[in-house]
């Protein structure tokens, strides 16, 4: 696991990773459906920072 200050923010806030892994999913074509890249010019990768680190978070939380 990273011992990343988000991924302890995340576990810390119930519900908050869940409800990021539903948010930020592929959007069919490879990308974030939530992660904007400068307005206009399409979507980060996916998965994303976001996603990662939420899946990072949900993993800690389902380890008795």
């Known amino acids: 696991m990273d011992d990343s ?8 806030q119930p519900g ?5 892994l539903a948010e930020h999913v592929d959007d ?8 904007p890249v400068g307005g206009q010019k399409g979507y980060q990768r ?14 800690v939380g389902a380890t008795p």
């Not at 908050?16 to 990021?20: C, E, F, Q, R, V």
């Not at 069919?28 to 992660?35: E, P, Q, R, W, Y």
Request: aromatic residues 12%; glycine residues 8%.
């Open 5 to 12: 200050p988000l991924v302890e923010f995340i576990i810390s």
């Open 16 to 20: 908050m990773a869940d409800g990021l």
């Open 28 to 35: 069919g074509t490879g990308h974030c459906s939530a992660c």
């Open 46 to 59: 996916w998965p994303c920072n976001l996603h990662y680190y939420a899946a990072q978070a949900s993993d």
